[in-house]
């Protein structure tokens, strides 16, 4: 929790453009990408993350329903893991699960 309140506290110091020098490596990839990009960057980012998804979900049509919770999941798991660890989140949000369900559809529908 103290990490949580460092990222809330470093939104709060900057929070139109974000912190790009903070001197600790939060909890929680969302709250940080905040916290480092602010608002302008933290609407991007969150924007790209629903869009993404709702154009994988188009790509995915016959298990669209078996990938929200994948998502759901993966979409949770920011709330609580370092940010050093998104990149892997999002590559296999984005890659691997999809390309999973397509690949196996016949087996899980």
């Not at 329903?65 to 999002?90: D, E, K, M, R, V």
Request: aromatic share 16%.
């Amino acid at each position: 929790f103290e990490l949580y309140g460092k990222s809330i506290a470093a939104f709060f110091r900057s929070p139109l453009i974000g912190n790009r020098y903070l001197d600790f490596d939060g909890h929680a990839t969302y709250l940080m990408v905040w916290a480092d990009l602010g608002i302008l960057g933290g609407v991007a980012v969150f924007s790209l993350l629903f869009r993404a998804k709702k154009l994988v979900q188009t790509l995915i049509v016959d298990v669209a329903p078996l990938f929200l919770p994948c998502f759901l999941h993966l979409f949770l798991n920011g709330l609580t893991n370092p940010i050093h660890a998104s990149l892997q989140i999002y590559i296999t949000l984005w890659f691997i699960i999809p390309l999973t369900l397509n690949t196996y559809k016949s087996k899980l529908i």
